[in-house]
């Protein structure tokens, strides 16, 4: 089992090498590197081995040869730049054929599956190539079920659905596997699209198709036909196929340089401002499933306690950052609040949850993920179909003992709850059957208070909002497909368009058709509250350009070079934000990076400077004591430590930072008395450490292995730690005393102990 297990390992290694080669290629195309392009293409070709190929490439190959030399020459081609544009074309989609054709004779992937046995069914036919839509091998079921479709729903076991069901999945089949669309595919669409005849689902499935099979292999009729669906009047079929451009123009966006036809298309519609609209809502829900593991991993992790990493230097050794409560620390400048409203530390209840669901973030995401096991996800085409309660799915429920008398306002309600993705729907739905009887009860009897909730949910939303059922569709859909990308079993046959940094903003289509200041701030607005500060800065360096006085921007570019760790430019950018306009979060922040720099006289000043103008302010005070502790000021920043002593009365925390300072002065007794005041429970290893290091000094070796030994005894130290931080501390030992031959011999003495 294991050696069948290696070769499968094996084989997705070969796989995953052709498709980071194909990648190569792109973007060598997109940067003009024709000669790198084609070494890396002549080097696919050999794995595939096809002769047609070779002469594809070798035609080529000669070509962009001789338009070297003749441009060498000094030859005038008034044709040279078509001719240029057409090879690099033609080089991208040679390399598309070759990754195409290897996978597809060695993947042993399910969308190779597919396609060879629709191949084999065409071949035994007699019909191996569909050029025209007469020559599609379902196109006597497809004529005669547009001559015949019924009025009502027909009965689901009828001769009529089982054949109108194959149909469904035939037509969806052959749009997702056919590499390249024709004559065939085109007229198929303008049935699918202008007939009448089709369900506003059965058209969203064939909409899923389309984008899939346009991700798969690049091709612009494909966009086109995406694009035609947009003037659509259904919220449904328009948002699907919306998103499905989007996401497209931004996942091939290194080619759409080539083909600007095709973001024109999208350029005509752009022309309405709703239209805009509509495609800035798309590109900031596409954002929005960044956070999605993010918001997964906050759930199940950080509502339970967490625990600090420790690290050896004096913040974390005295626990400086944490004396006062988060309430009072001061980190985003709160004149900001109007962007973030009340959404910010959104996960500490229940409340803050539903008002993340409401703003379309994807809360179900991990309690969803383990009950996608059902065989109705087996097939393909499941992951992308909408939930409707006609779906025959429901019809499972009407033969449940239990749930069939509510059967209709259960499926009426997931119908119409806008929280749940159809994934979701259907998994929720599929999985009710096998809950035991009191539990059936209890969820029609939710799903009814849910049906009535959501009768005026309705009315009061669709009032306010046009786009409410525009905006639920592109949110289901879009955590739809994250689904797919994520959790289906076919997932490893494409490249997961949801895991890399998503900067749709920066894609061409929508830097010329949908960016504006104004957007293009809100979306840095949005990014920067989500704490995707490298996104955010992007786009507040355009803003900035255009208004170059606004001081928030400042901020906010500095804030976002803060929270990278580059305190210098973060500097610069607060320094540039106070010479416009002087406020008290700014000059602490500029306190903060020269402390981070180790500038501690200047930072001192400021943060002097925030104290006397805010003299009632418990962490202008901290930070004064702080930067007097650098400077090893011990007195003056005993006298800021008792000011927050006094303040806060209860506050164990800042017992550390007045121990540490009267030990540093050679006070030791009074030292003392303070550590005695922690209890043992709230003692980390580094103030095992620091009571060492007194006791030691206090002429108690015993004393003092005894505690460096605890150090070493519990979470978050071992013996590198243990040795960094006797070294860091050494000039303090030695100036109260310490024989400096007596160190290395305790350090090795504790060690011993800790074996």
Known sequence: MSGFNDLLKVKLASMNKVIDQHKEIVTFISNRGVKKSLDTLRTMIDRSGQGRFYDEFDSLSLTYRNMLRYTIDGVKDPERDKIYINLLKSILSLADNVKQDILSRHSGWHTYWVKHHTEK?????????????????????????????????????????????????????????????????GTLVGIVRDSGKFKWYEVSQFLSAITISLLRVFQPAKLQALISFCSNTSPSIKGRALVGAILSLHYHDKRMSLYPEATDWLGNLSEDSRFRDQCRMIVLQILRSRETEKLGKKLTEEILPQVAKLQPRMDVKLDLDNIISEALDEDKNPDWSKMFGESEEVFKSFEELTKLQMEGADVYMQAFANLKHFDFFRDFENWFIPFHPDHETVNEIFRDEILSAGTNELAEALFKTPFICNSDKYSLLLNLKYLPPAQKTMMLKVFKMELEGLGQFEDTESATDPDRAFRTTITQYLQDLYRFFKLSPYKKEFEDIFGGQLDVYN?????????????????????????????????????????????QLYEKIGYCYQQSGNYSEAL?????????????????????????????????EYYMHAADS????????????????????????????????????????????????????????????????????????????????????????RDATEYYRKSLSGAGNDKESFISAMKYDEYLLLQHGVDQADLPIIIDYVLFLAD
């Open 121 to 185: 069914e065409q071949l035994l036919s007699g019909k191996t190539l569909v050029e025209t839509v007469d020559d599609l091998l379902f196109k006597q079921e497809l004529d005669e079920w547009l001559r015949n479709t019924p009025e009502s729903n027909p009965d689901p076991d009828s001769v009529y659905a089982r054949g109108h069901k194959k149909l469904i999945k035939d037509l969806f089949n052959h749009l997702w596997i056919t590499d390249y669309y024709g004559e065939a595919e």
């Open 614 to 701: 805010e003299p009632e302010n418990i962490h202008s005070t901290i930070m004064v004591a702080h930067s007097y502790l650098d400077l090893k000021d011990y007195e003056s920043a005993l006298k800021y430590y008792f000011r927050v002593e006094y303040s806060q009365p209860g506050n164990m925390k800042i017992i550390r930072p007045i121990a540490w300072c009267y030990f540093a002065l050679g006070r030791f007794d009074e030292s003392f008395k303070y550590y005695e005041q922690m209890e043992t429970t709230m003692l980390t290893p580094h103030d095992y450490i620091n009571m060492g290091h007194l006791a030691l000094c206090m002429g108690k070796k």
């Open 507 to 551: 894609s061409l289509f929508y830097k010329k058709y949908c960016s504006s200041p104004d957007s293009d701030l809100s979306m840095a607005d949005y990014l920067f509250s989500k704490d995707f500060f490298d996104d955010a800065f992007d786009l507040y360096g355009k803003s900035l350009k255009s208004d170059p006085s606004n001081v």
């Open 572 to 604: 610069k950018n607060y320094q540039r934000a106070e010479l416009i306009e002087r406020r008290l979060w700014t000059v602490k922040k500029i306190g903060l990076c020269l402390r981070k720099l180790g500038r501690h006289e200047e930072a001192l």
